[in-house]
């Protein structure tokens, strides 16, 4: 076993778990969701039956219920003496669906590849025997290719050179690469909520203590929230999306921007901005991006190419003071080698060409959203739909915090989710559930309608306790 949650805090992730009868089959139910997306690690001993069912107020043979049932579907394992721990997923398990099996798999928040890439790609062959004379890695990123980079900051305003310029295998290896580095086992970071979850995990596995900064689809930033989290805690560090926030859709506002920048410069902190969403602009129009009026060692910019053009181009990277380059890749070595030359060849191309690749990102997102805006409204009136001007994604509140019961019983039907949970820094969400409008248009009127289905279902089987408006009964 690696570690322990207790009755309290998995009461506490729990939330709205009980939705539907028999009571220990969403109990157990809730438990699985928790181990699907990750919120509990495998290799995790469960409180004792005894502990649990006084944490949540049922009976002792409800959790033991709940245990059998999660021990026949292969997600703990029971030693006596030991106790229950959670089992790493299998192949069978549901958040592992094949999408060749006709599941309509929504956890992923990444378009399809853009149409020309394959053109890219054997364009790139074609000078396959220049790249095989190379050592195939590199671990600073090609110079054509940085300097391709450097050329996009320069043209909006931000003047690059090469040398501020580290390629990664992803956004994500370029998250914990800065993590790694960066952080310190009980060092302060602050993080929006919702927020990317990868992202928060990266940050929790380099022993960072989060702080959350609530940021909402109609309200935006809690901006005095933001100014006292980082008087009061000087975080080493501090994640933000400032364009088309994942989860929510949102953009930071000019006086948002200020306000982080000012905070951050005043208290020390190393603002990492992920910015790869921020060129999948559908109708919200060209927008000053910011934070480059402060000391430029505390402003790191993360881009990659996954959701512009695919996410199986893994390549990435980090804009940054040149010190911090020299420290990364000083560091690099201990996570991987360096991207492959490959990949670097191809992304060359495409960033020299993305101004072409954008506006046609923008036509499919447009379609995805609008497809999921109508039929949301259409068949799930009760439920609030915010207008989403561009990202992935949209943050759509329930009228009811059910959203992790929603997600088990979708999965039945053959669309998977993640629920608003698996988003937050410090627990809730409930209430709200992540809807990417990736997919094709009728993929997407097909889970939307599959989850309308659910949602009859779900809300049915509720206590009465869950009205609209009202919080959890438990």
């Known amino acids: 076993m690696d570690s322990r949650i207790s009755a309290r805090a998995l009461a506490s992730a729990l939330g709205g778990w009980r939705n539907r009868e028999p009571v220990y089959e969403a109990l157990a139910d809730g438990i699985r969701l928790l181990c699907l997306d990750n919120r509990i690690a495998a290799r995790t001993t469960l409180p004792a039956e005894r502990e649990l069912a006084g944490a949540l107020n049922v009976s002792r043979s409800t959790v033991a219920a709940a245990y059998r049932s999660l021990r026949d579907t292969g997600h703990i394992l029971s030693v006596r003496g030991s106790g229950s721990v959670t089992l790493a997923l299998q192949r069978h398990d549901p958040g592992l669906t094949s999408p060749t099996d006709g599941v309509i798999d929504l956890q992923q928040a990444s378009p399809s590849a853009w149409p020309g890439l394959a053109g890219v790609l054997m364009e790139a062959a074609g000078d396959s025997a220049a790249l095989v004379a190379r050592v195939g890695y590199d671990v600073l990123g090609r110079y054509d290719l940085r300097s391709a980079i450097a050329r996009r900051y320069s043209e909006r305003g931000l003047p690059t050179d090469p040398s501020e310029v580290l390629v990664t295998t992803g956004a994500q290896s370029a998250i914990h690469l800065l993590a790694t580095v960066m952080l310190g086992r009980g060092d302060r970071a602050l993080m929006e909520t919702p927020t990317y979850p990868h992202a928060a995990d990266a940050l929790r596995k380099a022993g960072a203590r989060l702080g959350a900064i609530p940021v909402d689809t109609l309200l935006g930033w809690d901006v005095d929230r933001a100014e006292q989290a980082f008087a009061r ?122 101004d072409d690749v954008l506006p046609q990102r923008a036509e499919l997102l447009r379609a995805g959203r609008d497809a999921a805006t109508d039929e949301l409204r259409a068949l799930l009136p009760e439920w609030n739909v915010p207008h989403v001007p561009g990202g992935v994604a949209m943050w759509v509140e329930l009228d009811a915090p059910l959203s992790s019961a929603l ?28 809807i990417p409008f990736t997919a094709s248009t009728e993929d997407t009127r097909r889970a939307i309608g599959a989850l309308a289905e659910s949602w009859q279902s779900v809300r049915a089987g509720a206590p009465v306790s869950w009205a609209p408006g009202i919080e959890a009964v438990v």
């Open 233 to 354: 805690t000087l975080p080493v560090m501090a994640y933000l999306m400032p364009d088309f926030q994942n989860p929510t859709g949102r953009s930071m506002s000019a006086h948002e921007r200020s306000v982080f920048a000012r905070a951050a410069e005043r208290a020390g902190t190393l603002l990492v901005l992920d910015e790869t969403t921020a060129d999948l602009d559908i109708d919200r129009g060209p927008v000053q991006r910011g934070f480059d009026d402060i000391d430029p060692t505390l402003v790191v910019r993360v881009g990659s190419l996954g959701k512009t053009v695919w996410g199986g181009l893994r390549v990435g990277w980090i804009r940054a003071h040149d010190s911090l380059i020299r420290r990364l890749v000083a560091a690099r070595s201990t996570h991987d080698l360096g991207t492959p030359e490959f990949e670097q060849a191809v992304a060359t191309r495409l960033i020299r060409g993305l």
């Open 407 to 434: 997600v088990m019983d979708v999965r039945s039907r053959g669309v998977l989710l993640s629920a608003g949970p698996r988003f937050s820094v410090d627990g809730g969400h409930d209430r709200h559930l992540r």
